[in-house]
């Protein structure tokens, strides 16, 4: 079915938003994904017939998502994958972005000719277009919780996948195009005296490129650098950074992730209000046990449990047992620091912060090591 000029004219409709309302967010609810469910899909995955491509895999949806774009959280999937011992994937690219962390078992990555051995608790990056594949090498299944952003380019409508053939290798790229028009030779005029500027087509359709590289950070090493007991001094959070990713602190372009462990008997922290963000929080927990308050809702949570633990602008604070606790979160944090949309309030009845783009909050780490 095609149309006519004069129905492409008239297709499009007018909303009168004269007078709105102030913008307010409309978060999804919190929601858990216990230990047990996540270890049945698993097994279930394993015992299917093997998928032609080889990607024995199962998409967590919110039951708030809609199509096209369905997720955990509004523009973010967790996938449960899975792969037998001796199994691969046939390799992809596409132009969403991953991070991968491994749940059960080991294998490797294999991304643009790199290889990654991804171990137990291990977590690797997969940048936008970069040839990948996956390739279990061990005598257990390899199971991972693989977080995207697919969904939010499924929204716009501009998710590119391709499947690679199995003799795909990644080869410099050649042009024999004349460099005529260059970002060497394009204009650049400033325009007043405030900053603005004019520029040529060519900065944009030849870009300055950042290299974006698969990275690995082992459990076995970045454990080392948090607490393992009460008072030793080490912190008890820090983020995994990937340097492409600039001011955005990334793990990701889109995700930030920390590893966060608080040993046995560590101080528990003060009961009193939460705060919130902008940004979504889904929290990985590998170890321990305890709760978290999100919108006054309480919700239990144990080892192995994968929790949407803070959706965007909701109240929200995790308190850890008396076993301690061990937790990968991956929150959408760099995405909004690009779109200048991370808005953060630590104290509900302070300010509301523009992280990034004003002087952000401060005084986390004190606090935090002494349990309030």
């Not at 990985?284 to 919700?299: C, L, N, Q």
Request: aromatic share 6%; net charge negative; charged share 25%.
């Amino acid at each position: 079915m095609s149309l006519t000029d004069d129905r492409l004219d008239t297709a499009a409709r007018l909303v009168d938003v004269s007078d709105r309302p102030a913008a307010t967010p409309q978060p999804w609810d919190p929601i858990k994904i216990p230990r047990a469910r996540i270890e049945s899909e698993i097994d279930r995955l394993a015992a299917a017939p093997r998928p032609a491509n080889g990607r024995r895999a199962s998409r967590i949806v919110h039951p708030a998502a809609t199509a096209p774009g369905l997720g955990l959280a509004p523009g973010v999937s967790v996938t449960i994958e899975v792969l037998k011992p001796g199994e691969e994937t046939a390799p992809l690219r596409e132009n969403a972005h991953r991070v991968e962390i491994g749940i059960r078992g080991s294998g490797r990555i294999t991304v643009q000719g790199d290889e990654i051995a991804l171990a137990h608790l291990d977590v690797a990056n997969i940048p936008s277009m970069q040839g990948f594949r996956f390739r279990n090498d061990g005598d257990d299944v390899w199971a991972r919780l693989s977080y995207s952003n697919a969904p939010l380019l499924e929204k716009l409508g501009v998710h590119y996948a391709e499947d690679l053939p199995e003799s795909w290798e990644p080869k410099p790229r050649t042009s024999d195009a004349p460099a005529t028009y260059t970002r060497g030779t394009a204009p650049d005029i400033a325009i007043g005296d405030e900053g603005a500027r004019l520029r040529g087509y060519e900065f944009l359709v030849d870009i300055e490129v950042v290299e974006s590289r698969a990275l690995h950070w082992p459990w076995a090493e970045v454990g080392q650098h948090l607490s393992r007991e009460p008072g030793d001094g080490r912190r008890t959070i820090m983020a995994l950074y990937n340097p492409a990713t600039q001011r955005r602190q990334g793990a990701t372009h889109s995700f930030f992730v920390t590893a966060s462990f608080m040993p046995p008997g560590a101080p528990p922290r003060r009961r009193g209000r939460g705060h919130r963000h902008s940004s979504v929080a889904i929290n990985y927990h590998f170890a321990g046990r305890g709760e978290s308050v999100v919108d006054g809702r309480t919700i239990e949570w144990e080892a192995g449990d994968l929790l949407l633990s803070a959706p965007g602008w909701l109240e929200h604070a995790h308190y850890q047992g008396p076993e301690g606790l061990g937790v990968y979160t991956v929150q959408d944090h760099p995405l909004h620091i690009g779109m200048e949309s991370l808005v953060w309030q630590e104290q509900l009845d302070g300010p509301v912060l523009a992280l990034g783009s004003e002087e952000g909050q401060t005084g986390f780490v004190g606090p935090r090591e002494a349990g309030t």
